[in-house]
C-alpha cells in the first residue's frame, strides 16, 4: 500500500502542471492570434493583441478551474 501513495501523489503533481502549462499556452495562442488580426488590420495600437489575451486567459482558467 506505501507503494502506491508516491504514485498517486506523482499523479496530481503531473496534473497541476499540465494545468499551468495549459494555461500558458492558451495565453500565448491568444495573445499570437491577436497580433496577427492587429497586423492585418493595421491599426495604431495593439487593441487586439490585449483584447484576445484576456479572452482567451479568461478561457484558460474556466477550462484549468472546471478540471479542478
Known amino acids: 500500500m506505501d507503494k502506491k501513495q508516491p504514485k498517486k501523489s506523482a499523479n496530481i503533481y503531473l496534473k497541476y ?3 499551468a502549462f495549459q494555461l500558458g499556452a492558451t495565453i500565448a495562442i491568444g495573445a ?30 474556466y477550462i484549468a478551474l472546471k478540471d479542478l
Open 32 to 61: 499570437f492570434i491577436g497580433y496577427k488580426l492587429d497586423e492585418w488590420a493595421q491599426f495604431d495600437k495593439q487593441y487586439l493583441t490585449a483584447l484576445f489575451a484576456l479572452v482567451f486567459t479568461l478561457a484558460g482558467l
Open 17 to 19: 502542471s499540465g494545468l
